[in-house]
């Protein structure tokens, strides 16, 4: 099978966006995507006890905010281990 050095740039090309870091996909993206999920849980909690909403609408608010919050402990938790190992290394 015989590839041209033409025809597979070409392909490399047409592939690259698909690698690329996306727009608005770092720490800042995250945190605000974080912030979101908490105010979205504290408004359905907050319509659960005025207005009586929905159970199950506030069982999936509630449940997709303990998720946001535990990826956000585990985040957090990987970068001290990070750093505590950065502190071990020697001189």
């Known amino acids: 099978m015989d590839i041209s050095s033409q025809f597979a740039a070409q392909n490399y090309g047409a592939l690259k966006p698909a690698t690329a870091p996306?727009?608005?996909?770092?720490?800042?993206?995250?945190?605000?995507?974080?912030?979101?999920?908490?105010?979205?849980?504290?408004?359905?909690?907050?319509?659960?006890?005025?207005?009586?909403v929905d159970p199950h609408t506030l069982v999936e608010a509630l449940a997709q905010t303990e998720l946001a919050v535990q990826t956000a402990v585990?985040?957090?938790?990987?970068?001290?281990?990070?750093?505590?190992?950065?502190?071990?290394?020697?001189?």
Request: proline share 2%.
């Open 22 to 52: 996306q727009e608005g996909a770092g720490l800042a993206a995250a945190a605000k995507d974080f912030a979101a999920v908490m105010q979205q849980g504290e408004m359905a909690a907050q319509q659960a006890v005025t207005t009586g």
């Open 74 to 91: 585990a985040v957090r938790d990987k970068v001290v281990e990070a750093y505590q190992e950065i502190l071990r290394m020697p001189v």
